[in-house]
Each structure stands twice: as structure tokens, then as C-alpha cells.
Nanobody, 118 residues
């Protein structure tokens, strides 16, 4: 019943910036953590950044200092501000909402393509 809609991907030159958005609809009961993951062709999906409902954040080492995750609790929306983009950041980015209510559940966005190329 939870649906995540992503937007903001595109093609940018190295050193450029993009801001991804992920808006959630449906019941947020038990939701405790949100995040962004990415998957490049031939690669496994990897964690990019997470944020808890209390605002605590974690980042992959590869994006620390360049990416910032944030949230709007009223809009049930999370964002990923990406700066100083590198070709290695090229991937499909997926947002994720994690729920805990005696067991765990994860919901995923449809993915948005980020391509960093000159």
C-alpha cells in the first residue's frame, strides 16, 4: 500500500549537481528509516545514504562530503542533494522506506537514472 515516486534524475557533466526527490504515499505506520540506494550495470545494489525519523544520517564512504540526504516529514518526502558528481556515480538510484512493526518491511521506488558524462 506504500508507494514511492522518484524524480530528479538526468544527465549531467562531471562536477555538476542533481537533486533527487522521493515522495511516499500510503500509511507510514511503523516507518523508521529512509534511504537511497543505487545500482550500476553489472553491479549489486549499494547503499548511498540513510536517514532515520529522528534525523540521524549515514553515508557510503564514496559519497561523503558530496551527497546530502534530507527529509520533509510533513510531505513524507526524502531528498538526495548530489554535488561534485563523478562518472562513477552513474547508476539507477532507488529510494527506500523501511518499516518496523514487529517485523520488517521495505518499499522501493521505481528508480531514476543518473548519468554523469562529458
Amino acid at each position: 500500500q506504500v508507494r514511492l515516486m522518484e524524480s530528479g534524475g538526468g544527465l549531467v557533466q562531471p562536477g555538476g549537481s542533481l537533486r533527487l526527490s522521493c515522495a511516499a504515499s500510503g500509511s507510514m505506520f511503523g516507518m523508521d528509516r529512509m534511504g537511497w540506494f543505487r545500482q550500476a550495470p553489472g553491479q549489486e545494489r549499494e547503499l548511498v545514504a540513510t536517514i532515520t525519523t529522528s534525523g540521524r544520517t549515514n553515508y557510503a564512504d564514496s559519497v561523503k562530503g558530496r551527497f546530502t540526504i534530507s527529509r520533509d516529514s510533513v510531505k513524507n518526502t526524502i531528498y538526495l542533494q548530489m554535488k561534485s558528481l563523478k562518472p562513477g556515480d552513474t547508476a539507477v538510484y532507488y529510494c527506500n522506506f523501511h518499516f518496523w512493526y514487529g517485523s520488517t518491511s521495505d518499499y522501493w521506488g521505481q528508480g531514476t537514472q543518473v548519468t554523469v558524462s562529458s
